[in-house]
């Protein structure tokens, strides 16, 4: 029962141009939604987090919406850049649990030059 | 000058081998996490410390076993290896500090591989 889900494995795009990751998300009791970055043969990395109170979270490149109504977040980076490639991990948590943060399967992003 | 490092970074061994894994962070967080990324990539949580007490434990087999000397350290012992038991397996570390969520930081994983 995979609680976040991130159904695209895979998005290809060209630099300059705008990288919209997409995630899911099935339990309403989730409050807090992360974005983490990979590269291989690294532990992930934060990028930017959003709370359930906003809608919107922006810094510089990376902007985070979440649509509640629809258990839907979103990532877009934009202009993207080579260096954007990476594994994407959307995440989510309650905040009465314990810091316990449930991550989806990740979407690998190529920004081509 | 790494926050959260967890060592070895690569261990192969044999099926029913005992091994561990070790973790240590020098960010001063109270909350240490080990973390299961399987081959379908999900990142899963096997255990979670606070200030050394055990404070999730997920449905994972007795043979994984987590200990805490200190607050900086969680490493993971594993007995009878299986081969289901090949993943990545990494170490993380949070701080709880109300308006800045900034979830967990992560060490670099170990790749495992049992054969």
């Known amino acids: 029962d995979q609680q976040v889900k991130q159904n695209s494995p895979s998005l290809s795009v060209q630099e300059g141009r705008i990288s919209i990751l997409n995630c899911d998300y099935t339990?309403?009791?989730?409050?807090?939604f992360l974005w983490y970055k990979k590269y291989p043969a690294e532990g992930p990395t934060f990028l930017i987090s959003?709370?359930?109170?906003?809608d919107k979270n922006e810094d510089g490149r990376f902007t985070v919406f979440l649509n509640k109504s629809a258990k839907h977040l979103s990532l877009h980076i934009v202009p993207s850049q080579p260096g954007d490639s990476a594994v994407y991990f959307c995440a989510a948590r309650r905040s009465s649990n314990t810091g316990k943060l449930i991550f989806g399967q990740g979407t690998t992003l190529q920004v081509k030059p | 000058d790494t926050a959260v490092s967890q060592t070895p970074k690569y261990l192969v061994t044999q099926m029913g081998n005992d091994k561990s894994i070790k973790c240590e962070q020098n960010l001063g967080h109270d909350t240490m996490y080990w973390y299961k990324q399987d081959s379908k990539k999900f990142l899963k949580i096997m255990f979670s410390y606070n200030n050394k007490e055990l404070i999730i434990n997920e449905t994972v087999p007795n043979r994984f076993s987590p200990k805490s000397p200190d607050k900086a350290h969680l490493n993971l012992h594993i007995n009878s290896l299986e081969l289901g038991d090949s993943a990545v397996y990494f170490c993380?570390?949070?701080?709880?500090?109300?308006?800045?969520?900034?979830?967990?930081?992560f060490g670099s994983g170990t790749r495992l591989t049992v054969v």
């Open positions: 993380a570390s949070s701080q709880e500090i109300v308006g800045q969520e900034r979830g967990y930081t």
């Open positions: 959003i709370s359930s109170i906003k």
């Open positions: 339990n309403s009791m989730f409050d807090y």
